[in-house]
């Protein structure tokens, strides 16, 4: 007697991610939003009888990606101050445009029109921070889309709160409500180590422990970070943060360009995890996490765009794709990141970073039914000798066919399934209208 499910998707190829293998002609079974069952696809048809059906003759199944470090609502700055230094390009223009306009009408419209992107993209999860984090949160909760919601903390005033301790306060308030939130998780996310002093860090550490979180925090972006930071505190900021006690297997480091020895030894030592964002450190001329390095010492590697203001897309295809070439590139070594390693740190290498392993980033029956269709019947990626190499190195975000998050479909056919397009468009421009119309005032 069949076994009633939910849904049932075969497809050509599966990559499951893990094990590192390549399933042909496999279907998965999915009930209550979970992977009950995968195997030969005339096998799990004769056990299994679905509700819904869908035959993918074309396509690569595979888990949905992760987005390990975004700041979502940025979006609505896309190209707003290109080809300049970090430092130029945050106190110049990013940060007077935030204390003129962020508010959480402005996060939710920024973070709907991200959730676009990424969906579309074939992203199932991000990993957020910025201002207004409830905003982002309810967005991303209605359109279906799995998030880690960072509080952000920060010294300085803000849109958001005026101090460190404000903003902890804030991300007290606000912990239980997000908890009712079933596709929502959230973290503690101080800014920077040059943004928040000593007694911030130790507020944030402090909550996270208590509140069971992880922590979420830009480090080691940039040399001159680095350089002011033993000018200033007589050590490196990675350091600074080990002697504070933040460093652990909860911490998610961004960035991570300037690494030494010692550096390199915390990190294996803590069991930290790093969230490598190449194009964002590329446009900014920022430096490169050593990624090469990273995986051979065997610590956590996940990968982020950044926010859209820096990068300027939210395409964690191209991100990944990137990510392995540099790696060849910088080490000299074509072995260094290969294709399966490229895919793992952008599904179960992110899940992993952001707390959501056991549930997400592989296609594993008792996981979440998180998972995206990639067509290859396409110029870019036709003929098909290796699937793995083909999503890694060939196929584009306008080849995912299918996103589904939960076992619920988010793109079906290319096509969004519970927002209208042209609406968001519309909405989206008023507040570009207004950015630039203030940018000139100014």
């Not at 308030?173 to 998780?185: A, F, G, H, T």
């Not at 930290?272 to 430096?287: D, F, Q, R, V, Y």
Request: with cysteine; net charge negative; hydrophobic share 45%.
């Amino acid at each position: 007697m069949q076994q009633s499910v939910d849904l049932l998707i075969r497809a050509r190829w599966m990559l499951p991610i893990h094990p590192r293998t390549v399933f042909h002609d496999h279907a998965l079974a999915v009930h209550n939003g979970h992977i009950v069952a995968i195997g030969p696809a005339e096998e799990i048809r004769q056990r299994y009888a679905a509700a819904s059906y869908t035959r993918l003759d074309r396509h690569v199944l595979m888990p949905g990606l992760v987005n390990a470090h975004t700041h979502a609502a940025m979006t609505l700055m896309r190209g707003l101050a290109d080809d300049l230094p970090l430092v130029t390009w945050l106190n110049e223009h990013i940060w007077p445009v935030e204390g003129r306009f962020v508010s959480p009408e402005f996060v939710a419209m920024g973070t709907e029109l991200a959730i676009a992107e990424m969906l579309r993209g074939g992203t199932t999860t991000f990993n957020d921070m910025y201002f207004f984090p409830e905003a982002a949160a309810e967005v991303a909760q209605r359109m279906g889309m799995r998030a880690t919601i960072g509080h952000v903390v920060l010294d300085f005033p803000t849109a958001y709160a005026a101090n460190a301790d404000a903003c902890l306060q804030a991300a007290a308030d606000l912990l239980p409500r997000l908890r009712k939130m079933p596709l929502i998780r959230q973290s503690i996310a101080p800014h920077a180590p040059y943004t928040v002093g000593d007694a911030g860090l130790r507020g944030a550490r402090d909550l996270a422990k208590v509140e069971d979180l992880p922590v979420h925090m830009h480090v080691h972006e940039t040399a001159s970070e680095v350089r002011e930071a033993v000018a200033r505190d007589g050590m490196r900021p990675l350091a600074r943060l080990g002697g504070l006690g933040l460093l652990n297997q909860h911490f998610l480091a961004v960035h991570m360009t300037q690494l030494n020895d010692d550096d390199l030894a915390l990190c294996r030592d803590s069991g930290l995890h790093i969230a490598h964002c190449p194009e964002s450190n590329l446009k900014l001329g920022s430096g490169m996490a050593p990624t090469a390095v990273l995986r051979q010492q065997g610590i956590g590697l996940a990968i982020g765009t950044d926010g859209a203001a820096s990068n300027n897309d939210l395409d964690m295809l191209g991100e990944l794709r990137i990510a392995a070439l540099l790696a060849k590139g910088v080490s000299g070594d074509p072995t260094a990141f290969p294709a399966w390693a490229a895919l793992e740190a952008a599904t179960l290498g992110g899940a992993k970073a952001i707390g959501w392993g056991t549930e997400i980033g592989s296609l594993e029956p008792g996981k979440a039914a998180d998972c995206i269709a990639i067509d290859l019947d396409h110029p870019a990626t036709f003929p098909v000798y290796d699937p793995v190499s083909q999503v890694a190195y060939c196929a584009g975000r306008d080849q995912v066919s299918h996103v589904w998050v939960q076992g619920n479909p988010r793109i079906a056919g290319g096509q969004a399934v519970n927002w209208d397009v042209r609406d968001l468009f519309a909405r989206a421009h008023g507040w570009a209208r207004r950015i630039r119309e203030g940018d000139n005032d100014a």
